[in-house]
């Protein structure tokens, strides 16, 4: 059974200035482990599709499993369960709470899931120092850079151990080599086993993902697989 199955999924916007159609018919499945990149023009789709794959939103007509779960038949405090238990959200502007640390932002997402305190700090470190940034725990985040501010977040996305981690345009607010920094620690967590769904306009970041979804006017217009860019090798090119 696939993660993410999606069958004739529509999100129709009735505006003061007309019928919008803003995903029209999307069906496919993403499997356990992957790494997709959905990529297309603004007004393309695919923003409209991460919001209903992330549970932000409602269809207007077909159906989403995520990890078996019907959302589609869910109310809101069971898309808000859904979304704190299975998804981990990484987004451009890092959101992170600027008054506390990296630790204390990193457990946010476990204090909604009523864990104890001893539960998060264990569980909020090991997040941190799966990123790299377990020294930094006490620092808060003005005191990082921009770079460094990114993996907190991604700790925080990863620290509930998602099945699903979602982001959107992640590497949008850093300059070249710190994305590629980011990247590579996306393709080092999918190695390790994370589903990750990545929302870009880049095509130098799409081409990271194991697969890539194009989405045109509501529609999937091409779907396929891929041999990705390792980061890696494009960091020690730029060290030489």
């Known amino acids: 059974m696939a993660l993410i199955e999606t069958r004739d999924l529509r999100r129709v916007y009735d505006l003061d200035a007309g019928r919008v159609v803003a995903l029209d018919g ?24 991460m919001n209903l794959v992330g ?3 409602r269809p207007s007509g077909g159906q989403y499993r995520l990890a078996g779960t019907e959302v589609e038949s869910l109310d809101a405090d069971g898309l808000a369960h859904l979304r704190n238990r299975e998804i981990g959200f990484v987004f451009q502007q890092f959101n992170l709470l600027p008054r506390i640390d990296a630790l204390s932002n990193v457990e946010l997402p476990m204090i909604y899931a009523g864990f104890d ?13 799966r990123v790299g940034l377990a020294e930094r725990a006490h620092h808060r985040p003005m005191q990082l850079s921009g770079g460094q501010q990114q993996r907190v977040a991604i700790a925080r996305a990863l620290v509930n151990s998602p099945s699903l981690l979602l982001a959107d345009e992640p590497t949008g607010a850093l300059d070249s080599r710190t994305a590629k920094e980011i990247l590579g620690l996306f393709q080092e967590l999918n190695r390790e086993g994370a589903t990750i769904v990545l929302v870009t306009h880049d095509a130098d970041v799409g081409r990271h993902a194991r697969r890539l979804i194009r989405f045109r006017d509501g529609r999937v ?14 960091a020690a090119e730029a060290a030489e």
């Open 117 to 129: 305190r001893k539960v998060r700090r264990e569980c909020a470190l090991q997040a941190l120092g």
């Open 26 to 49: 999307v069906s496919l499945d993403i499997e356990q482990g992957d790494f997709v990149a959905v990529m297309g023009p603004s007004g393309s789709g695919k923003s409209t599709f």
């Open 55 to 57: 549970c932000l939103d």
């Open 221 to 234: 217009i091409e779907d396929h697989r891929q041999t990705p860019v390792d980061a890696r090798d494009l």
